[in-house]
T-cell receptor, first 113, second 117 residues
């Protein structure tokens, strides 16, 4: 079992839909949870960052972490065509110094006008 | 506001050739890293550095070499290219060396697309 699993997609939704993107993980030492967004032919950029369990909201985006279930989610409200991109979850924590970021494989989202 | 700059953006190599992918950042970041991104495999860490003169291996280091002589530059060398090294390569940097788990926000370059024939 890989440390981080992410639904492979792709996912296509109409404009205005609520989108739910999810990742599961197996390493209970993960404490830092991030979502990166990657537009086509660009590098990933940090979208949301959460430490430990709980919710974090930023505009139309909400990140949720449930450490008891080892499950994280990214919700996008009122999705827009400009949200069309690949979304990667990423996690780190534990393992002492030089702990590294572990990425999910990414899911490609397409928002149809 | 350059951020992380990668060159070249595209490269085609023949099997057995060597080459260097360049990465430079102007944010005075201590931490720099190289990833490769393949369909269905996600981002995989090749090598990383927590400061000038310090490098270490990531998940998939075989066939690649790195050095860090300055804070700004972190080149990735392919010693003898193989078709399995066809990929998109990303350089990333952050102001936080990974300590206790938090890497800090990673800033990525736009990628270098390599094809090995």
């Amino acid at each position: 079992q890989k440390e981080v699993e992410q639904d492979p997609g792709p996912l296509s939704v109409p404009e205005g839909a609520i989108v739910s993107l999810n990742c599961t993980y197996s390493n209970s030492a993960f404490q830092y949870f991030m979502w990166y967004r990657q537009y086509s032919r660009k590098g990933p950029e940090l979208l949301m960052y959460t430490y430990s369990s709980g919710n974090k909201e930023d505009g139309r985006f909400t990140a949720q972490v449930d450490k008891s279930s080892k499950y994280i989610s990214l919700f996008i409200r009122d999705s827009q065509p400009s949200d069309s991109a690949t979304y990667l979850c990423a996690m780190s924590g534990g393992g002492g110094a030089n702990s590294k970021l572990t990425f999910g494989k990414g899911i490609t989202l397409s928002v149809r006008p | 506001n350059a951020g992380v700059t990668q060159t070249p953006k595209f490269q085609v190599l023949k099997t057995g050739q060597s080459m260097t992918l360049q990465c430079a950042q102007d944010m005075n970041h201590e931490y720099m890293s190289w990833y490769r991104q393949d369909p269905g495999m996600g981002l995989r860490l090749i090598h990383y550095s927590v400061g000038a003169g310090i490098t270490d291996q990531g998940e998939v280091p075989n066939g690649y070499n790195v050095s860090r002589s300055t804070t700004e530059d972190f080149p990735l060398r392919l010693l003898s290219a193989a078709p399995s090294q066809t990929s998109v390569y990303f350089c990333a940097s952050s102001s936080f060396p990974p300590r206790g788990g938090y890497t800090g926000e990673l800033f990525f370059g736009e990628g270098s697309r390599l094809t090995v024939l």
